[in-house]
């Protein structure tokens, strides 16, 4: 049966209650192909499953939800059966992490209705939940009396992260009356609830700023409304939301000008490196896509073999693609700037207000030959054609060169120049000598290396606005 019982203004959860809490994301260890990798699931606790409540009070006939009582299974991230990246566990239990301050049961706090849970045996703090759950008789504070006259948003379009007001409207309210309200997805979606919002009534009207955000399944518009189930009356805001999200763009091959940059030789006399009068030069191309939300990156390897040479078997080729998606994929993502979070924006990677970009190196044809040479350079032959490595030529093994030296040529493929003292260097030198950089001796990509893409995106994604570069 519904909760019937009120405290603090709020109904009393027990097993009948209908109560339900969402948490995401809530962060778990997925087995995949190539490995485990962590992926938000939506996890969800019932009061159902209360354990451990009152002993021998009971309300509406049910042992009430207490300060040690727990629910005591969870659901909604059983694909990840590697466990949450906190709790190491799925479908764990859900804890009170708030109750009553003033109300106890058998000397203990009651948890109630809105009250905060820690799902999924003690997942990230940002993956609590909060207990939502029909009312029974008892409604609140003179429920023939009080009632919500309207809820209604400020705006209508936005994006995540952008500030909107919620003005509420009510009748016969006290002052200082709470009402519990809710921004929830309107579109068919498994999670409907995206954040609560908590509203405090002072001479029948309130006006509530938040900093919009949704969650759960990436949708290109997503509509969601106000809604509470607390007080009578209006149960719905009378407009609606319409969340705007990166719209998709389909795959489209990027060829760059051809980069150059000049030789440089060491001159003893000057002491320093001075142009030879040369100059390096090679073509750029990659693909560019944005889906649910994502930066799509794809460069595609084409090997030029010489003459009785064995094509790269498969084995050897993942082995080349993990070691260059170790250095350039999952680095970064793109966020906002006019989330009003800021630098504290909590939101996951799901295409929100984080844009993750993804780099990932494919075997294909589409974008040029790379001659491949069998056997490893000596590192005496460094800076010799066909001798040593440089973005179109390869070797199968890496000889005197860097561990990282194919993340260091594909680098060089997708756009970037060398950043050490007489490579391939940008004009004016800015990062020559970066320390830890893998256009240098290094093994990091920094923002510098992905600002074309940050730039593709802004102009691909007008919607958002201009974003910056942040490392995941």
């Not at 990062?431 to 802004?458: D, L, Q, T, Y």
């Amino acid at each position: 049966m519904p909760a019937t019982v009120i405290i603090n203004n709020l109904t009393v959860v027990h097993k009948q209650s209908g109560g339900t809490s969402v948490a995401a994301p809530d962060v778990c260890k997925t087995p995949t192909p190539s490995g485990p990798v962590p992926l938000p699931y939506a996890n969800t606790a019932l009061s159902r499953n209360t354990a451990k409540g009152g002993k021998r009070t009971r309300v509406d006939g049910q042992p009430p939800a207490l300060k040690s009582s727990t629910f005591s299974s969870s659901a909604g991230n059983e694909p990840g059966t590697l466990g949450g990246i906190i709790s190491g566990k799925t479908k764990g239990q859900a804890k009170p992490r708030s109750y009553s301050l003033d109300v106890k049961v058998e000397n203990q706090p009651v948890v109630r209705f809105t009250d905060v849970m820690v799902q999924n045996a003690g997942a990230a703090p940002n993956a609590t939940g909060i207990i939502s759950q029909p009312s029974g008789a008892a409604t609140g504070l003179g429920p023939d009396k009080v009632e919500v006259v309207e809820m209604r948003w400020s705006r209508t379009e936005l994006c995540c992260g952008d500030p909107v007001t919620l003005h509420v409207t009510t009748q016969n309210a006290k002052d200082g009356q709470p009402v519990q309200v809710w921004a929830r997805r309107t579109d068919p979606s498994r999670c409907t609830t995206m954040e609560g919002i908590a509203v405090e009534v002072h001479g029948n009207k309130a006006e509530v700023p938040w900093i919009s955000r949704w969650r759960f399944k990436f949708r290109e518009k997503i509509p969601a409304v106000a809604a509470q189930e607390m007080l009578k009356g209006a149960q719905k805001s009378s407009n609606a939301l319409e969340f705007q999200n990166p719209p998709a763009q389909a795959k489209q091959t990027i060829h760059a000008p051809t980069h150059w940059a000049w030789k440089f030789v060491w001159s003893k006399r000057l002491n320093k490196w001075v142009k030879n009068g040369e100059h390096y030069a090679w073509e750029v191309a990659f693909d560019i896509e944005i889906a649910d939300g994502w930066m799509i990156v794809r460069r595609e390897l084409d090997f030029n073999l010489r003459s009785g040479q064995a094509p790269v078997n498969p084995l050897t080729w993942r082995e080349w693609a993990q070691e260059i998606e170790a250095v350039w994929d999952r680095k970064f993502y793109f966020h906002r700037l006019d989330c009003k979070r800021e630098h504290r924006c909590d939101c996951i990677l799901m295409g929100c207000c984080k844009y993750p970009l993804r780099i990932f190196a494919k075997q294909g044809a589409a974008h040029g030959k790379i001659d491949l040479f069998e056997g490893a350079p000596l590192a005496k032959n460094w800076g010799k054609p066909d001798l040593w490595w440089y973005s179109h030529t390869w070797w199968s093994e890496i000889g005197g060169a860097s561990g990282y030296v194919r993340a260091h040529e594909f680098g060089h493929l997708i756009g970037c120049y060398d950043e050490y003292a007489g490579g391939a260097c940008q004009a004016g030198g800015q990062w020559v000598g970066a320390p830890n950089s893998i256009m240098n001796n290094g093994r990091s990509v920094f923002p510098r290396h992905v600002e074309a893409f940050r730039k593709m995106f802004s102009a691909a994604s007008p919607v958002v606005g201009a974003v910056r570069t942040v490392r995941i």
